[in-house]
């Protein structure tokens, strides 16, 4: 899942009906492995699926859903703001919610962030 979720963190344009078929495959590798795996949980499923229905919120919730959601690395949250629906127009937004950001990330202590894949928040 965690590829999963480094390649759609990657893609620069898509429409609302795209990140609803992302969502839907998520859906479907998660029934798949399920029938080869019995796990209660396939791991960072959610992960991917909470970051693409991230790409729904309105403009103004995004600060609010990086705030609530430390188990993205940076990296991702970046990537859902420069990627984010009309954000291509709106530089001067874009660049100060790419600022917040950083600054929310560098006021949490590492413990915060436990879900991380590896030690960098970048």
């Not at 899942?1 to 590798?29: F, H, P, T, W």
């Not at 703001?81 to 919610?97: H, Q, R, V």
């Amino acid at each position: 899942m965690d590829c999963l979720l480094e390649a759609y963190s990657q893609v620069k344009k898509c429409s609302a009906n795209g990140r609803a078929l992302m969502s839907l495959d998520v859906q479907m590798i998660r029934t798949g492995l399920r029938e080869i795996v019995p796990l209660p949980s396939i791991p960072n499923c959610q992960l991917v699926d909470n970051f693409i229905k991230a790409h729904f919120l309105v403009e103004e919730e995004i600060l609010d859903w990086v705030r609530n959601h430390p188990e993205y690395k940076l990296k991702y949250v970046h990537a859902l703001i420069n990627n984010f629906p009309g954000m291509e127009k709106k530089k001067k937004t874009k660049t100060e919610l790419l600022n917040k950001a950083t600054e929310i990330f560098a006021s949490r202590s590492p413990q915060s962030t436990p879900f991380q894949n590896n030690s960098t928040n970048q």
